[in-house]
């Protein structure tokens, strides 16, 4: 969340950034009138505390002088400050949970080198890698080569679950497996560590996270045994709330964490096209990274991270573009966020020209995330460090980024490397995992 100081202090500033990403941002003015109650409720509160302990000294010395009367008094006189003093520390309870609120539904603040816009037309691309896939023949969907070939079942899935579920079978099981084997892998290699995290986490898990209380209704949720759980949308759910509520050391930072897991989404009102094949799932697998740094470092780490998620679309020689998301398009936790979006043919129309079918549209779909959440996230989980022993503590900066969708990636690598026969080309990074050159 954001700092509450901060917020008061610079209010007109904070309401104006905000706003860049759409949305009424005006209840925060309330905030410097609770804060001004809230510091009159402790002004008050400790003057009677010192005024109770003051007198209470009192009350033994005139009943050791026989004035009983008046210690009856003084401790009627006590006794009221006593439930003042409650009252009052009751009514500071009340500002400080109405505050949290506040400060919980308020997005980050916008970095300023965003674009300002209300939407994602807004958003700036940055880089292209590589010219979109051309074919000697029309190229198919992956779902319709994923049914043609045998190896996609949604109509079982939908019997055994319900729509928008898959079972992945044979050959591009295998595929999915070893995708998510060869992010692990790459980034293991490149100095993250490798987490296999926990799919259920409690409440104050995705509170901290930033998932709730906006996003509630995109969340699955269980409670059948009297504990409350939730299902991870993300590995960053139980991978950021690693060290909530610790201290860390500079020295110790920054940390790498690169964690696999499966995802659950109830993506209520998504419809389209994404609803066909598996880009938008209610489950789904994706490798996530994690980052921990010093406050300084952290813009350069978000260039570290995307790097880290190019490299996977580089190695495996699928076109992409970066894209830096705008202010009415940037994540709520996240000061800056860029999208990595890969090459579908499916998403786009290709026409025939010279007997190579090239395409006219030029649309990529968003395969991974890379945000800086500055100190937002660690002020929710009251992750803090210190430069040495002796210093004051400070909050450490958080980024994540999908190190890829898996299975994205899985339907970019069907769609790029199609053949005329509709079999696949298995891209050459995974043969040493797949055990095979081509997918029947």
């Known amino acids: 969340m954001l700092d509450v100081k901060y917020v008061i202090d610079n209010l007109d500033e904070v309401i104006k950034r905000l706003e860049t990403r759409t949305g009424d941002f005006s209840y925060l003015r309330e905030l410097p009138e609770l804060d001004s109650k809230r510091k009159e409720c402790i002004i008050k509160g400790d003057a009677l505390k010192a005024e109770r302990n003051s007198q209470s000294k009192n009350i033994g010395k005139l009943k050791a002088a026989h004035k009983d009367a008046e210690a009856a008094e003084l401790m009627k006189k006590i006794s009221f400050d006593k439930d003042e003093i409650a009252r009052l520390d009751n009514e500071k309870a009340e500002i400080d949970e109405k505050i949290h609120e506040i400060m919980l539904k308020t997005p980050n603040l916008p970095d300023k080198s965003l674009p300002i816009g209300t939407d994602d037309s807004y958003n700036r691309p940055e880089k292209y890698w590589h010219r979109p896939t051309t074919f000697t023949f029309k190229p198919k969907s992956h779902w319709e080569l994923g049914q043609e070939l045998g190896y996609f079942d949604v109509d079982r899935a939908a019997k055994v679950t319900g729509s928008r579920f898959t079972f992945y079978l044979g050959a591009f099981a295998r595929l999915e497996r070893c995708l998510a084997a060869f992010m692990l892998d790459t980034h293991v290699a490149h100095g993250f560590t490798e987490v296999l995290p926990p799919y259920l986490v409690n409440t104050d898990s995705l509170t901290g996270s930033g998932q709730l209380p906006k996003f509630a209704d995109q969340a699955y949720m269980t409670n059948n045994t009297g504990d409350t759980f939730w299902l991870i949308p993300t590995a960053e759910v139980p991978v950021t709330n690693y060290y909530r509520n610790e201290i860390l050391m500079a020295s110790e930072l920054p940390k790498w964490f690169a964690a696999y897991s499966s995802c659950f989404r109830a993506e209520a009102g998504a419809a389209g096209r994404d609803t066909r094949g598996i880009i938008r799932q209610h489950q789904f697998q994706k490798v996530e990274m994690v980052k921990f740094c010093l406050p300084e470092k952290s813009f350069e780490e978000l260039e570290s991270i995307t790097e880290e998620a190019e490299c996977i679309l ?89 190190g890829l969708a898996v299975g994205r990636t899985t339907a970019a690598v069907i769609e790029n490397y199609q053949n005329a026969d509709g079999s696949i080309t298995v891209p050459e990074v995974l043969r040493p995992y797949m055990h095979m050159d081509v997918i029947k």
């Not at 000061?335 to 020209?353: F, G, H, M, T």
């Open 314 to 402: 580089e190695l495996l020689k699928l076109p992409y573009r970066r894209v830096c998301l705008s202010t009415g398009d940037v994540g709520f936790s996240a000061a800056k966020c860029y999208d990595l979006e890969v090459w579908l043919p499916s998403y786009n129309d290709y026409v025939e020209k010279d007997g190579i079918y090239v395409p006219s549209t030029m649309n990529y779909k968003e395969i991974s995330s890379c945000s800086n959440d500055t100190d937002y996230q660690a002020r929710r989980m009251n992750i803090r460090f210190k430069r040495d022993k002796d210093s004051k503590t400070e909050f450490v900066h958080m980024l994540n980024g999908s």
